[in-house]
């Protein structure tokens, strides 16, 4: 019964091909997030969404692009994967009731790029 | 641009004694922070938050201080188990925005 769960855990693949990270949520969070944790261990917010509606879009290549067919899911598809796409991407999901809160977090996925 | 900064890379204190974890940010349109707790080959697990109408947080064996005039946040744990060995992560977020913004996280060991 995991609340936030990502797949797969481990993803090893070569440059140029695409690729994709599932995210689901069983906690009736209307909110959910993609982290990326670089090589330098920062925890770098990617894409938030809102009732499947994309409400934070940082600076990410456009090979990223997230797809949420329901509340529940938060899907990350990369494109063109390059070397530099290597890192720990974490899925996260919260109640959203006009502010921040505290965010649950996936168990990680760990992308090589090779 | 480092807007939430964990100075500390690691901290290791013996069991028994407490923990003070440490956090610095630069953007004062930050009103909530919060404080993660990860272990390895897991996601980061909430800890404890806080207000910026408080300066004081506390649950169970872990307290959280807030000194906006210095921009600096700290988490206490005492007593420290070994259980509490693991990364901890400051986060902050702005008001009415829903980005939570992490520093580079503080390894803590906890010595028998």
């Known amino acids: 019964d995991t609340a936030v769960s990502q797949t797969p855990k481990y993803l090893v693949t070569q440059m140029g091909n695409d690729k994709s990270i599932k995210c689901e949520q069983n906690?009736?969070?209307?909110?959910m997030y993609w982290y990326k944790q670089d090589s330098k261990k920062f925890l770098k917010i990617m894409f938030s969404y809102n009732n499947k509606e994309l409400i934070i879009n940082e600076t990410v290549p456009n090979r990223f692009s997230p797809k949420s067919p329901d509340k529940a899911h938060l899907n990350l598809h990369i494109n063109s994967l390059e070397l530099g796409d290597s890192a720990v991407y974490f899925c996260a999901s919260s109640r959203s009731e006009g502010r921040s809160t505290e965010a649950f977090f996936g168990q990680g996925t760990r992308l090589t790029v090779v | 641009d480092q807007q939430v900064k964990q100075n500390s890379p690691s901290l290791s204190v013996q069991e028994g004694r407490i923990s003070i974890l440490n956090c610095d940010y630069t953007n004062s349109m930050f009103d909530y922070f919060l404080w993660y707790k990860k272990y390895p080959a897991e996601g980061p697990t909430f800890l404890i938050s806080?207000?910026?109408?408080?300066d004081k947080n506390e649950d169970g064996r872990f307290t959280v201080f807030l000194n906006k005039s210095a921009k600096h946040l700290s988490l206490h744990i005492v007593p420290s188990q070994p259980g509490d060995s693991a990364v901890y992560f400051c986060a902050a977020s702005p008001n009415r925005d829903d980005k939570i913004i992490f520093g580079k996280g503080t390894r803590l060991h906890i010595l028998p």
């Open positions: 906690l009736g969070h209307d909110t």
């Open positions: 806080i207000s910026s109408i408080k």
